[in-house]
């Protein structure tokens, strides 16, 4: 498999990009990855790595970087030559199997756009993320990729995110919910009434449980919640935010608790926050793009970095693509 990776994506580039790359060729001799970066930025830190592992790695130079505060459409226009979108352009040719970037998220989604790379019968890529539960864990999509959704949009999320479910959280029949201001039916405004309707009369590939409440999130209520993109990347940030108040006040409290046992209550928070920590899951898939797209947090390090190089390696192997073409498919035919 071969990857193209953002080198100069991410608040720290290029070093933990170039170290999560340097990781996961050690653990895979299969793999290929194509650092898409400024080659005299990159090349130094290649420098002192195993030459068994750069000979895997293929550094292709770019002149200009999208910063994270800069508007993507316009970043995107007037920087032609930018990692994110050679990357994509290299996804676009073949030449790479899947994308994986930290850079600013609205010019990594609005670059895919821009390729038309997308799978047979989606209408438009949504980006699903997996969060942490008192059940376990559930995916919410969309969160970012598309905040001006039509119900067809969020029927095919669920479909997708489904699927998602099923395949990295091996959960054989998925709950499938809609995320509204309340569960009974003809809550929210059109767009939910009508998509609450169309999962209701359409297959989905799990059980579909209505409509969610946001507490519900976190309660476990459902294995995937279904939102347009400007309500599921509010949720994700306000949890994000959340969880680090929470994990501060909750650890100085235990702390000034336990006077003499200070010292374990601060390794079991620790153990606690890394369990939650968004560097294990490495980042959020852009489903319905032929190819795989992993999206990072701008904050990444290494680790991350390596297992979102994982993580799309995972998504390769278990076709995901050809079972949202084959299900999108099935729906057409019993709808037409």
Aim: some cysteine; aromatic content about 4%.
């Amino acid at each position: 498999m071969r990857i193209a990776l953002d080198a100069m994506g991410g608040d720290y580039a290029p070093a933990p990009n170039v170290e999560g790359a340097l990781a996961v060729l050690a653990d895979n001799p299969e793999l290929e990855v194509l650092l898409v970066g400024n080659e005299p930025q990159v090349e130094p830190l290649l420098a002192e790595a195993d030459s068994a592992l750069t000979q895997r790695i293929k550094l292709i130079h770019t002149d200009e970087a999208i910063g994270m505060d800069e508007k993507p459409t316009e970043a995107l226009r007037k920087k032609p030559n930018n990692s994110i979108a050679v990357c994509w352009q290299l996804m676009a040719e073949k030449n790479v199997d899947a994308v994986v970037s930290a850079g600013n998220t609205g010019a990594v989604v609005a670059a895919g756009l821009r390729t038309r790379l997308f799978l047979k019968g989606v209408k438009r890529p949504g980006i699903a993320v997996t969060l942490p539960t008192i059940k376990g864990r559930s995916i919410l999509m969309d969160v970012g990729a598309n905040p001006a959704a039509r119900p067809e949009h969020l029927l095919q999320y669920a479909i997708m995110g489904g699927l998602f479910a099923r395949e990295m959280l091996q959960v054989d029949s998925p709950r499938i919910g809609l995320m509204n201001i309340g569960s009974e039916d003809g809550k929210g405004n059109d767009l939910y009434r009508e998509s609450h309707s169309l999962m209701q009369t359409t297959p989905l590939c799990g059980a579909y449980v209505g409509n969610v409440e946001g507490r519900g999130l976190y309660q476990g209520e459902a294995d995937v919640l279904v939102c347009e993109g400007f309500v599921g990347n509010v949720v994700l940030k306000v949890s994000e935010g959340m969880a680090e108040f929470m994990m501060k006040m909750v650890g100085h409290t235990l702390l000034e608790s336990l006077d003499q046992e200070k010292e374990l209550a601060g390794q079991a928070m620790q153990q606690l926050a890394q369990k939650y920590q968004y560097q294990a899951a490495g980042g959020a898939p852009l489903l319905g793009i032929d190819g795989t797209c992993i999206i990072c947090h701008g904050s990444s390090d290494s680790r991350a970095i390596a297992n979102a190089l994982r993580v799309s390696e995972t998504l390769n192997d278990r076709n995901l693509n050809d079972q949202i073409v084959e299900h999108l498919a099935e729906i057409k035919l019993e709808q037409s």
